[in-house]
């Protein structure tokens, strides 16, 4: 992998890890289109790290109140949402280990079902958009509640499927259930802490990084991580004032546009 391909694999991670558009398709998309192959998981490890810190930072106070008041028996909000983040887990973590053979498949059946949960994207963004407008001018919001956390946790769960987007599906589901708009996209973000740790705990150890025998040089793995890092850093930023202003509306028609070229040319 040279060095220019290390760049735009780590662009595209970074944006689409926080924007609703499915970071999963497009990295499996773009490396269609460039032709780039890659033997193990090596290099997606790496970017899927450095998305995941650059959530940490944008959220430090928050992890910091989480992680103290948690390890300390506190009765505090903080505490509260450390453990619904950890109910929300649940689901991912009975795909991740019934059925990840089966989804990892799904990757390499070419572009077509990528293209079907891109509109199935589309779908749920459009959909949640007006309930969520809706819901502001009636009132009838509320903060993530254990029963909300489950349910978003299954649509986080579902978006193991290549091109449903994490992050669309899980705000998507959680406007929809009323959740107030300033408290569902950073649970969103901070839900995927767990996962996406474990997930690549896991590969280590089975051996899916190892960047030495897949010829991953060092240059792409530190400009992959770099390019991932900065840019997840804005896209995060971004999405949490998009949403706070539920302005989904645009992302729905990129991933309708996307899954239509998906399905018809790819």
Same mark, same amino acid.
Request: proline share 3%.
């Given at each position: 992998?040279?060095?220019?391909?290390?760049?735009?694999?780590?662009?595209?991670?970074?944006?689409?890890? +926080?924007?609703?558009?499915?970071?999963?398709?497009?990295?499996?998309?773009?490396?269609?289109? +460039?032709?780039?192959?890659?033997?193990?998981?090596?290099?997606?490890?790496?970017?899927?790290?450095?998305?995941?810190?650059?959530?940490?930072?944008?959220?430090?106070?928050?992890?910091?109140?989480?992680?103290?008041?948690?390890?300390?028996?506190?009765?505090? =909000?903080?505490?509260?949402?450390?453990?619904?983040?950890?109910?929300?887990?649940?689901?991912?973590?009975?795909?991740?280990?019934?059925?990840?053979?089966?989804?990892?498949?799904?990757?390499?059946?070419?572009?077509?079902?990528?293209?079907?949960?891109?509109?199935?994207?589309?779908?749920?963004?459009?959909?949640?958009?007006?309930?969520?407008?809706?819901?502001?001018?009636?009132?009838?919001?509320?903060?993530?509640?254990?029963?909300?956390?489950?349910?978003?946790?299954?649509?986080?769960?579902?978006?193991?499927? =290549?091109?449903?987007?994490?992050?669309?599906?899980?705000?998507?589901?959680?406007?929809?259930?009323?959740?107030?708009?300033?408290?569902?996209? =950073?649970?969103?973000?901070?839900?995927?802490?767990?996962?996406?740790?474990?997930?690549?705990?896991?590969?280590?150890?089975?051996?899916?990084?190892?960047?030495?025998?897949?010829?991953?040089? +060092?240059?792409?793995?530190?400009?992959?991580?770099?390019?991932?890092?900065?840019?997840?850093?804005?896209?995060?930023?971004?999405?949490?004032?998009?949403?706070?202003?539920?302005?989904?509306?645009?992302?729905?028609?990129?991933?309708?546009?996307?899954?239509?070229?998906?399905?018809? +040319?790819?």
């Amino acid at each position: 992998m040279s060095g220019l391909e290390a760049l735009i694999l780590g662009l595209v991670q970074g944006l689409t890890e +926080f924007l609703p558009v499915s970071s999963s398709g497009h990295l499996v998309i773009v490396k269609s289109l +460039f032709g780039i192959e890659s033997k193990d998981a090596s290099f997606e490890i790496i970017v899927h790290i450095a998305t995941v810190l650059s959530t940490i930072v944008v959220f430090r106070k928050q992890v910091r109140e989480m992680v103290a008041d948690t390890v300390r028996f506190r009765k505090t =909000p903080a505490t509260g949402l450390t453990l619904r983040i950890l109910f929300s887990a649940l689901p991912v973590l009975v795909v991740g280990l019934l059925f990840k053979e089966r989804v990892e498949v799904l990757f390499t059946t070419g572009t077509g079902i990528m293209g079907w949960m891109l509109l199935l994207t589309a779908l749920l963004l459009g959909l949640s958009q007006w309930l969520s407008v809706s819901r502001q001018k009636t009132g009838t919001t509320h903060p993530v509640r254990y029963a909300d956390a489950f349910i978003i946790g299954v649509a986080q769960a579902c978006a193991v499927m =290549p091109g449903l987007s994490r992050s669309g599906a899980t705000i998507a589901t959680g406007l929809t259930l009323g959740v107030e708009k300033d408290k569902v996209a =950073p649970f969103s973000f901070l839900m995927v802490l767990i996962p996406v740790l474990g997930e690549a705990f896991l590969e280590i150890l089975a051996g899916g990084f190892a960047p030495a025998a897949t010829g991953l040089s +060092f240059q792409a793995m530190a400009i992959g991580f770099v390019t991932a890092f900065v840019t997840g850093l804005l896209a995060c930023r971004l999405m949490l004032a998009l949403v706070r202003k539920i302005r989904l509306t645009w992302f729905a028609v990129y991933c309708l546009l996307a899954g239509t070229a998906c399905l018809l +040319f790819l």
